[in-house]
Every structure is written in C-alpha cells, then in structure tokens.
C-alpha cells in the first residue's frame, strides 16, 4: 500500500453494530465480515459467561492516506492474524490501546499489555490478541500501511512489534498520536484535503518516534509534528472549558503535562498567545450563542456566563470592543 495514494477515497466514518447485523447468530456474521474486510478471525473468549449476549460496537474513520481511525467496544473475544489470512500479502501496522489490557500470543512467546499499555504490531506477522474475560474493554488504535513508516524509519522491521508499557520511552509520542487522531477523526470530513494530508504526515511522525524515538530525537526542533497536534489538542480542551472562570494558563498546562512556558512557546509557534486565543474563542463562542435562534430565550447575562464571564459589565465591554456591536445586536 502506499500511503501518499492521491487516488485513496476520500475521508468517511462508518459505524458497525452487533445489534445491526441480520440473523440470529450476531458473533457469526460479525466473524466473516472481519475476515473479508479487516483480515481478521475472531473468536469467542474460552472463559466468557456463555449466558450473556455476545455485543460488538465500532467507529472506524478513513483519514486518507489509506491510514484509518478506530474505536471498539465488544464483550471478551480472540482476535487472530493467522498464517491461512496472511496470504493476502497485506503488511499494514498497527497501534493500539485496550483499556483493560490484553493478552498477546505470537510463536515466540506471550506478552501482557498492561490497562491503558499501547502495543504496535503487524499484519505481516502471525499473532493473537486476547481481552480479559469477564467485562467489555474499549479499544482505539491507528491502522497504517508499513511502507509510509519505512520512509521514515530505514531500518524498520518487515513485520514491527513493540509494547509500550506507560512509562516506556515512545509512549509519550504513541499516546499523542492516538488522541490526536481521535480529534483528527472527529472533523475528517470537514478538513480541507491539505489540512487532512497535513495531520496524516503528524501522525506518521510520530508513530514513527514511537518506535524509534533515537530518530525522533535527531530531527530538527520546533517541527510541526512535535508542535501542531499539541496544541490542537490544548485549543480543544480549552473550547470545552470555556465556561470556567477560572480558567488559566496554569491549569490548562497542568492538564496536559507540560509547563506554562511550553504552553506559551506553543502558541506563540501560531503567531498567538494562551490569552489571546482564550478570549477569542470566549468571544466567538457568545456571537454564536446569540445568534442561534435555540439560544434566544436566554438572558445575555447567561450567555456571558456561558463563556467564562462572572460580570456582565466586562462581557458587554469585551464583545463590543471584538464585533463593534453590543451582545443584544447580536441576536
């Protein structure tokens, strides 16, 4: 496969559910439709409770390149990539988490993924994944042709295989890669084509230092892969607090681990700043409460509140001095 395909489909997300599938035997039907469409066999979980309902529900999201997003939850089950469904020659990568953990068997050994542990495997090579029995787990993870890793990565093996424990040296960059596609998945579709190719080479990047972080550590400072889905990652948890008052550099660069003068370098990379771009996104978040017709049987002061205002005074003051109007113009 080649990830920079300029024929590859466009992005879509499509969603599968046990509950969907025809028939009575749900397990059986999702069974050949992993095989056909994932290369995949499933089987029941040997220690499951036979009396309850077998439950399967899953997002996937094409994000181009031929590299797709994933978020699963079933009841325990076997996941096999077997000698007999590796002749279909494919040799895409893989990077998930399992909230709960798993068990991995491959023929040279066993290998326990800790909960919230992330594990990079291969189609190329012949392996067995094994979730806990007893309870559904919860699963997202990167699917991605080999060969746009092995641009990256010379040395990359045919069919790679690496567990990263929390702690371990790629983690870091393993985790950012995941959250970053799940926030890349989630606007896909609205992403101009040259966004979306942009945050496809990020996320090569860095699953890429994940495996090899001694290459990571030998690129150049300031990339955008080591800036861009970092800070689109804190411009999104600062959209979802906007209705705190108290919100601050600090806390927001104590939520993602970093030091408020990291934070600042990152903003600073776009051109802005955490406060400026904080009272811009207050300031675009009331116009569109009050212009929305579903908003207009609330009080302004409300709305203010909405958007991290404790004083109606200071809202109208910072609205008017944004769009030249007051908030009751706006509606």
């Known amino acids: 496969m080649d990830c920079n395909d300029p024929l590859a489909a466009p992005p879509s997300t499509q969603r599968l559910d046990s509950r969907d599938l ?30 309850r309902p077998f439950a399967f529900s899953s997002t996937v999201t094409s994000l181009g390149g031929q590299m797709l997003y994933g978020r699963t939850t079933h009841t325990p089950l076997r996941g096999l990539r077997t000698p007999a469904l590796m002749r279909d020659g494919l040799d895409d990568v893989y990077l998930c988490r399992v909230d709960d953990g798993m068990l991995v068997r491959r023929p040279d050994g066993e290998f326990t993924v800790p909960p919230g542990g992330l594990v990079l495997s291969s189609k190329a090579r012949a392996h067995e994944s094994i979730t806990p029995p007893g309870r559904s787990t919860t699963s997202t993870g990167i699917l991605m042709p080999r060969a746009g890793l092995a641009q990256l990565v010379p040395q990359l093996e045919e069919a790679p295989f690496l567990l990263l424990p929390p702690g371990a040296c790629g983690a870091p960059a393993a985790s950012l890669a995941l959250a970053y596609a799940e926030l890349v998945a989630g606007s896909a579709a609205a992403l101009p084509p040259a966004d979306l190719q942009r945050a496809t080479a990020h996320l090569r990047e860095l699953i890429a230092g994940a495996i090899a972080p ?20 804190i411009q999104r948890d600062i959209r979802a607090r906007l209705d705190w008052p108290g919100l601050d550099l600090h806390h927001v660069a104590r939520l993602h681990h970093l030091t408020p003068r990291k934070v600042q370098r990152l903003f600073a990379h776009q051109g802005t700043s955490f406060s400026d771009f904080l009272r811009e996104a207050r300031m675009e978040h009331a116009r569109a409460l009050l212009a929305d017709p579903q908003h207009r049987h609330r009080r302004v002061l409300e709305i203010a509140l909405d958007c991290g205002f404790d004083d109606i ?7 008017r001095r944004r769009w030249g109007m007051t908030p009751s113009d706006a509606r």
């Open 214 to 233: 001694a290459w990571a550590a030998a690129q150049p400072p300031g990339r955008d892969a080591e800036i861009a889905p970092r800070l689109a990652l």
């Open 313 to 319: 005074s200071a809202f109208s003051r910072a609205f």
């Open 22 to 51: 025809p028939g009575r035997d749900k397990f059986a039907a999702l069974r050949d439709m992993s095989r056909e469409l994932m290369g995949f066999d499933l089987q029941r979980h040997g220690r499951a409770d036979p009396s």
